[in-house]
């Protein structure tokens, strides 16, 4: 079982940049892929980053390809998402998530283990 906890939302005009972080629980976090997905109001849940367990994989969504950086430190249980040049349309809640086995993915229904979400407002 694995527990995860997002921080680091909040509100930034467009063109700023925020850092979102996923603390996560137990002791065999490199075993876990992750992942950042996002939920615009009302509009379904979409991918936005994945990274494998030793982190040498990445994959982005085209929306945020350029602009996002997700990385991961083993050391701390912990993955984040570097949001560059936002813009109103980054808007959502964003969640992260986490899977079993190291490989990532950008398909939803891969991933076991689910954060609450933080919300990430850009305004204009």
């Known amino acids: 079982q694995v527990q995860l906890a997002e921080s680091g939302g909040g509100l930034v005009q467009t063109g700023g940049s925020l850092r979102l972080s996923c603390a996560a629980s137990?002791?065999?976090?490199?075993?876990?892929?992750m992942a950042w997905f996002r939920q615009a109001p009302g509009k379904e849940r979409e991918f936005a980053a994945a990274?494998?367990?030793?982190?040498?994989?990445?994959y982005y969504s085209d929306s945020v390809k350029g602009r996002f950086t997700i990385s991961r430190d083993n050391a701390k249980n912990t993955v984040y998402l570097q949001m560059n040049s936002v813009k109103p349309e980054d808007t959502a809640v964003y969640y992260c998530?986490?899977?079993?086995?190291?490989?990532?993915?950008?398909?939803?229904?891969?991933?076991?283990?689910w954060g609450q979400g933080t919300q990430v407002t850009v305004s204009t």
């Open positions: 998530a986490a899977r079993g086995g190291m490989l990532a993915d950008r398909r939803e229904a891969a991933y076991d283990y």
């Open positions: 137990g002791r065999t976090f490199s075993t876990y892929a």
């Open positions: 990274i494998s367990g030793s982190g040498g994989v990445i």
